[in-house]
């Protein structure tokens, strides 16, 4: 069974610095595309932050995050990370890693990120 565990969420001032991490089981990350989504509250859309390739040379950033946040993978690890720097509270949402390929998806069960003073 595939498992996508997520940690690292909380709450956090404006400013401040969080890093999410989700862990895969019952499968290798490899060959997997890996993107994080967020939920903003109230809202019933996911909506993409950022993506990374097999590799981490080949990125992508939803213009609000681009230069504040950073995707990456390590696939010996098994695992996806999302450190995000310079937080706003409207970076206010449950976040969720996701990985897939042409054949299957699979999702992380969502992390509350709270940017507040």
């Known amino acids: 069974q595939v498992q996508l565990v997520e940690s690292g969420g909380g709450l956090v001032q404006p400013g401040g610095s969080l890093k999410l991490s989700c862990t895969a089981s019952?499968?290798?990350?490899?060959?997997?595309?890996i993107n994080w989504y967020r939920r903003a509250p109230g809202k019933e859309e996911r909506e993409l932050i950022a993506s990374v390739g097999y590799t981490n040379d080949r990125t992508n950033y939803q213009d609000s995050v681009k230069g504040r946040f950073t995707i990456s993978r390590d696939n010996n690890k098994n695992a996806m990370y999302l450190q995000m720097n310079s937080l706003k509270s409207d970076d206010t949402a449950v976040y969720f890693c996701n990985m897939f390929t042409e054949y299957d998806e699979f999702w992380g069960q969502g992390t509350q990120v709270t940017v507040s003073s």
């Open positions: 019952g499968v290798s990350i490899r060959m997997y595309f």
